[in-house]
């Protein structure tokens, strides 16, 4: 991921990791760091840190305006602004963490960048990612995410370098939220075990038709049209995942996928997972969906 951040923006960061001037009357945006726990904040980011560059804010902000100078060190510098915002350093202040993650996503979105909660973690991520990303992991903030955490994270690191692993991860991410309902519904799995088959066997449990109670009878064809949206939607990332995916190995000279195609594939699998867990979430209230 290209990463080229604003002035206003490694200003920001600044702020929230040095917790600002010590002469400033006003509570700090981030947190107060002393000198000392500076240089081991830095350190444990290898990230070079000079506290003779002035102030501590000054040193701060220079340290960061250094890094964002190496455009071939885009790792550091992802790291460095996901540690920003790492959850762990305000689990006794959760509603300054809250505060952090608003006050930096307003500068990055400037920079086409932006940081996403995913699960106990913070993840910085493209800002045309975000959108149908952030929705599938604020459905799963109460359900154990790990499984489809995995897959969502592999999808999203592929999309570039690899879109054809993105598309094939995308495709595991909507058959494990499909599996786990099935597991946890003590449903018998399908013969033909690929995503429609899964996704099939999940639609009676779920109650997934505009005849069942709950949608009125004015909106009922138009709920169906949008349910067989989905159907197709789902079989089209299957489909595309068998033809174009990584499953099934590559032959030599094969066409690389449009990076393009993974995220629509990466996107549609979101709205699709997060349907199906919104889904759960209202027909069974306080149960929990445990991925394995």
């Not at 009357?25 to 760091?33: C, D, K, S």
């Not at 109670?213 to 989905?230: K, M, P, Y």
């Amino acid at each position: 991921m290209w990463i080229e951040l604003s002035e206003h923006t490694i200003e920001a960061l600044a702020q929230v990791i040095s917790g600002g001037s010590a002469s400033d009357p006003n509570e700090p945006i981030g947190l107060y760091r002393r000198g000392w726990e500076l240089e081991q904040w830095f350190a444990t980011c290898q990230v070079p840190f000079n506290l003779d560059a002035g102030s501590r804010h000054i040193a701060t902000r220079q340290a960061i305006s250094t890094l964002a100078g190496f455009k071939d060190d885009n790792a550091a510098l992802e790291r460095l602004i996901e540690k920003a915002a790492d959850p762990r350093d305000f689990i006794e202040r959760p509603e300054r963490h809250e505060g952090v993650m608003k006050y930096l996503n307003r500068r990055l979105e400037h920079d086409g960048l932006q940081l996403v909660r995913e699960g106990r973690k913070v993840r910085l991520c493209a800002f045309t990612e975000a959108g149908s990303i952030a929705n599938l992991i604020t459905a799963g903030t109460k359900i154990d995410f790990d499984t489809v955490n995995r897959d969502l994270e592999r999808a999203k690191k592929g999309v570039v370098d690899d879109p054809e692993d993105a598309i094939t991860a995308a495709c595991s991410l909507v058959e494990s939220v499909c599996r786990s309902i099935l597991v946890e519904l003590k449903v018998e799995f399908p013969t033909k075990l690929d995503l429609a088959g899964v996704y099939k066997a999940v639609r009676e449990p779920l109650g997934l038709s505009p005849t069942k109670e709950g949608v009125a009878d004015e909106i009922s064809a138009d709920v169906r049209a949008v349910l067989s949206g989905l159907v197709n939607a789902v079989q089209g990332i299957g489909a595309l995942r068998t033809h174009a995916g990584d499953a099934h190995g590559r032959e030599r000279g094969f066409k690389r996928v449009d990076p393009r195609i993974a995220r629509l594939a990466i996107h549609s699998a979101s709205a699709v997972a997060v349907f199906l867990i919104e889904t759960w979430q209202l027909r069974f209230p306080g149960r929990d969906l445990p991925f394995a």
